[in-house]
Structures are given as structure tokens and as C-alpha cells.
């Protein structure tokens, strides 16, 4: 055991921390994910922590000058949220801002790492990750980090050093993790421990190992066998430390039981978002209502990040809408019943609309607004971290944006359509070599698309038209003029298909089709087209009726 009296916690020994942090979580990522049936049974819970401990750590190595306890733990955090994965990752991320924000330099400038400020330090990350969640649950990570918190205080009140009590914080963090079972009924049925609890357990463990020399490689994981069905408790507590009652997990048992099963119902959920918002003010708790009435779950939250799960497409369209007041800037899904597809190619689109966003989020892209500024949705940041990406747009001028950021190992793709970027997504595989990837998505967008908009106002010549007739454009020139919308695009698809058959028609939708010209205009492509496929989806673009293009 190293001398309370003559530890300090360094930054260096905090950068190993999280290098060792990264380590541990690779080696035990597979068995933290065989464990995850809560929130839902998606098997990932263990790959998030370890993306958003990786992503923390790569925060660290890039520290400019020394590496100051402060200094690595801010990194930690800003790394931590910038890759958060899942929600445990993003609550994961919320509990290290908690702990940066208390070990500031501020804070430090006076001397060395005490017991009450390590305590205030876990008290600060749990507070964090407990209002980052609406809708808490009694037998999580919060249950588990109430738990080292109650534990840090009473350590530190008591007088104990830092070094016994982070030993009796590990302590009570492994027989507060093994309470899960019997606190939440999805996981006693399943009979195992908490997943993102299971994560905080290993971070803290690797914790004390560091702190007092330990052989992290040799020494077994404090999460090893913990997978047998405990008695359930009879109280909310758990018992270490001196943790009890309603402060143990912050939220009462009857959480719980609203939560067991939910995932097995039908109307489960099956995607997650993921999303960043551009105000600049923390909008937390109106947005917590307004997700509440949108029927969302899950939802964690560390302004300007959001994470919710939905329970369909639709669903998801919804919540986005409902969230385009605060500025929805970034946006990536997971799918929650197939799991993930990531491999080292990553996808980006630029995107105008929310339900663009969607479209090219739904293919593994992630999705940004360019126009919402500097703090979440900047092409700049994602291609911050130097991951292999393909570029793809929706319009000139996002064409034009992702043209600048063109360098090596991120490739534009030439789309500036809609249709032509959903179709260059199509073809979109994260697994495959980038060139060849990046090829067949530019065949796949190389083809011509017609816009549909009513004129608006009328001409007298060169070209003749009224306010209500539909234009057809190809870049921005009128090519013919219909009075109809079914006129328009059944004469744009025999044009553009010239003498051959289609056997794929793809429209998009704008802001100017309503319900009905939208039924007239598939009821016109059905019958002047019968056995052509067709997708439609919609752009919901100003200014606009409809695109279509033809393969």
C-alpha cells in the first residue's frame, strides 16, 4: 500500500489512468456488452464506454505543455463528450465534466488533491449525470456513483487519506454494482449486473490500481463473476459506505418497475439519436418537457448533447422536428435492434433539413447543418479526430463546402442534391477500401435530376407562365413548363429516361407539395410507370415541389 502521506495525484499519473482506462476497456468491452439489457438489450454498452474513454485519452495525448492534474482531467471531458457513444458513454462523459469542473485549476492553485476535494469532485460528477437524465432508474450507473459518493464524503469526513479512501470508494463501488440485480427486474430476470455500471466499476478500479502501483495487467477484473442473481433489496439502498435511503441511485424503486420490460413490448425502441444542438444557452429543462411530450426515452442530456431513443423512423422525425427550435446542428443514430455497422471509413453528410439529417443519419452518416454555426456542427469537427471519411451534400452550397474540406483521407464525393446524396449513401460501405468506396458512390450520384416549383409570379417572354404553373428545371434553367404537378414530373421522368424504361424513379419532396399533390403525383408515376420501382422521401426544402431523377 503507498503512504497517504506521500501520494500525489498527478497529471501524469491521471494520464495513465486513462490510458490504462482505454486498455482495461478493450480487454472487457465483449463481456460489459454480453451483460446490456438496460436500457435496451442492444448488446453495446461495453463498445460505447470503451469509444468514449478512447476518444478521452486521444484528448490527453494531444495536451500542448504540461500536464497538470486539471489539465488532463479537462481533456478527459472534453474528449469524453466530443466521442461520447450510447448513453453510458455520454453519462460517462457528464460524470468526467463533473470531476474537471471541481479539479480546475482554480481549485488546485492552493496545493495537492485532498480527500474533501476528491469527494466534492465524485459528489459534482454524480450530481451531473443525474440531471443530464430525465427520467432517472434506481439500479444504473447513478446508483452505483450515488454510492461511491456517499462513501468519498463519509471517508473524508472521517479523516482517512486519499489513498484508503479511494481503496474504500473501489470497494463500495464492486458491492454497490453487485446490488443491481435485485434493484432493477429486467436485470435480476437476466440475472447480471448493471452494463454501464459494470464500466464505472472497471474506470474506478483502474483508479486505485494506479494510484498504489498495482499490475493492472495481472490483477482480475472487479466485474468477474458478478453475473449470479443476488436477493432483491427491500430498500432503495445500497450497503457500503453508509449509503442509503432515497440517496442511493437519487431516484425511488418504483423507476424501476416502470422501466423492466419496456423493450419487450411492442412499440419498442429501435433507434437511438444522437444528436448536438447550436444555441448557445443551456435549454436543458424545456427541452426535457419537450421530449417528454414527444414521447422519447432514455433521454440524456449534456448541453449542447443529446441522446434519446425513439421508437421508429416516423418517431424519430418527430422529435427532431419538435427539437429544430434550439437548432439541430449534428445528428448520427444507432440502430438499437441490429446493432452497430462502424468500420475505419466514416460517412458525412452536409444536410438542409431535418429530415434530410435523418435520411443520411439512417445510412450511418452523420449529418450536419452548416448554417448553425461553430460550437456543434462544423465540418471541422468531425474531421477533427483524422478518421478516413467520404463527404457527400445536398446542395451547391454544401457541395462547395465540402470541396474546401477535401484533403487526404477525406474525399468529396460530387452530389449537391438530395437525391444525389441519398444515392451515394445507398452504396456506402464503412468495411470497404475508401478509393473503391469512394467510386461507386460517385457513380451512384452521377445522374440527372429535374426540380418541380411553381413560378410563383408570371412572365410574359421569353418563356409564358402563370404564378400557379410548375417549372422544371435542370441547375437552375427552366427546361419546360406544365400546369400541373403530375404533368410535370411524368413528362421530367419520360425525358430524363429518354427512350429506355426506368427501373428505379426517385423523388424527393419540397415544401411546396402538399398531401394531395403528392398522392396525384405517385398516382401519375404508377400508371405511366407500373413496373418501375420507386423511392420517395422528403427533402421538406423551401422553394421547392419535388426533385426526381431516374436509373
Known amino acids: 500500500m503507498v503512504n497517504d502521506n506521500s501520494m500525489r495525484l498527478g497529471g501524469r499519473l491521471a494520464a495513465r489512468w486513462a490510458q490504462q482506462a482505454v486498455e482495461r476497456l478493450r480487454r472487457q468491452r465483449g463481456s460489459i456488452d454480453s451483460i446490456n439489457v438496460f436500457p435496451v438489450a442492444d448488446g453495446d454498452t461495453g463498445s460505447n464506454m470503451y469509444a468514449t474513454v478512447k476518444s478521452a485519452y486521444r484528448a490527453v495525448e494531444a495536451i500542448d505543455g504540461p500536464a497538470t492534474l486539471p489539465r488532463v482531467v479537462e481533456a478527459m471531458a472534453a474528449g469524453a463528450l ?226 434519446v431513443h425513439v421508437t421508429s423512423e416516423d418517431h424519430a422525425l418527430r422529435v427532431l422536428r419538435d427539437v429544430e427550435q434550439y437548432g439541430l446542428a449534428k445528428l448520427r443514430t444507432e440502430d438499437l435492434v441490429n446493432g452497430a455497422n462502424h468500420g475505419p471509413l466514416r460517412a458525412a453528410a452536409a444536410a438542409s433539413t431535418a429530415p434530410l439529417m435523418l435520411r443520411a443519419a439512417l445510412t450511418g452518416a452523420i449529418a450536419i447543418r452548416l448554417d448553425r454555426g461553430e460550437q456543434a456542427g462544423s465540418l471541422h469537427d468531425v474531421l477533427s479526430d483524422g478518421t478516413t471519411t467520404v463527404l457527400v451534400a445536398d446542395s451547391p452550397e454544401g457541395q462547395a463546402a465540402i470541396n474546401a474540406a477535401a484533403a487526404d483521407g477525406v474525399y468529396a464525393i460530387p452530389t449537391g442534391s438530395p437525391i444525389s446524396m441519398v444515392s451515394a449513401l445507398a452504396v456506402f460501405d464503412p468495411h470497404a477500401d475508401a478509393d473503391d468506396v469512394a467510386e461507386d458512390m460517385g457513380d451512384a450520384a452521377s445522374l440527372d435530376i429535374r426540380r418541380l416549383c411553381f413560378a410563383g409570379q408570371s412572365a410574359a417572354g421569353p418563356l409564358v407562365y402563370t404564378k400557379t404553373d410548375v417549372l422544371v428545371l435542370s441547375e437552375g434553367r427552366i427546361l419546360f413548363i406544365e400546369h400541373t404537378p403530375e404533368a410535370a414530373i411524368v413528362e421530367a421522368i419520360s425525358r430524363l429516361a429518354a427512350d429506355g424504361d426506368p427501373e428505379l424513379i426517385t423523388i424527393s419532396y419540397g415544401q411546396q407539395a402538399t398531401p394531395k399533390m403528392r398522392d396525384a403525383m405517385e398516382a401519375a408515376v404508377r400508371r405511366a410507370y407500373p413496373e418501375a420501382e420507386a423511392e420517395i422521401f422528403d427533402a421538406d426544402l423551401s422553394g421547392v415541389c419535388a426533385d426526381v431523377g431516374v436509373e
Request: hydrophobic share 45%; glycine share 14%; aromatic share 2%.
Open 82 to 307: 466530443r466521442g461520447a457513444r450510447g448513453n453510458s458513454g455520454l453519462i460517462l462523459a457528464v460524470a468526467l465534466r463533473g470531476v474537471a469542473d471541481e479539479l480546475g485549476e482554480a481549485a488546485l492553485a492552493e496545493g495537492d488533491l485532498t480527500p474533501d476535494r476528491f469527494a466534492s469532485a465524485i459528489e459534482l460528477a454524480t450530481y451531473r449525470a443525474q440531471t443530464a437524465i430525465a427520467e432517472p432508474t434506481h439500479g444504473t450507473m447513478l446508483t452505483v456513483l450515488h454510492a461511491m459518493a456517499e462513501t468519498a464524503r463519509t471517508q473524508a469526513d472521517e479523516g482517512a487519506g486519499l489513498v484508503q479512501q479511494i481503496e474504500a470508494v473501489r470497494a463500495c463501488s464492486i458491492e454497490a454494482l453487485r446490488d443491481t440485480t435485485g434493484q432493477l427486474d429486467v436485470l435480476g430476470q437476466a440475472q447480471v449486473v448493471d452494463a454501464g455500471a459494470s464500466g464505472i466499476v472497471e474506470i474506478f478500479d483502474l483508479l486505485y490500481l494506479t494510484v498504489t502501483g498495482g499490475a493492472v495487467g495481472e490483477t482480475p477484473s472487479p466485474i468477474a463473476g458478478l453475473t449470479a442473481v443476488r436477493p432483491k433489496l427491500t430498500g432503495d439502498g445500497v450497503t457500503c459506505g453508509g449509503a442509503g435511503g432515497a440517496g442511493a441511485g437519487g431516484v425511488g424503486a418504483a423507476g424501476a418497475g416502470a422501466a423492466a420490460g419496456a423493450g419487450a413490448e411492442e412499440g419498442a425502441d429501435t433507434l437511438e439519436l444522437v444528436f448536438t444542438l447550436s444555441d448557445s444557452k443551456d435549454r436543458t429543462r424545456p427541452l426535457k418537457r419537450i421530449l417528454a411530450k414527444a414521447d422519447a426515452r432514455s433521454v440524456v442530456i449534456s448541453w449542447p448533447m443529446v441522446h
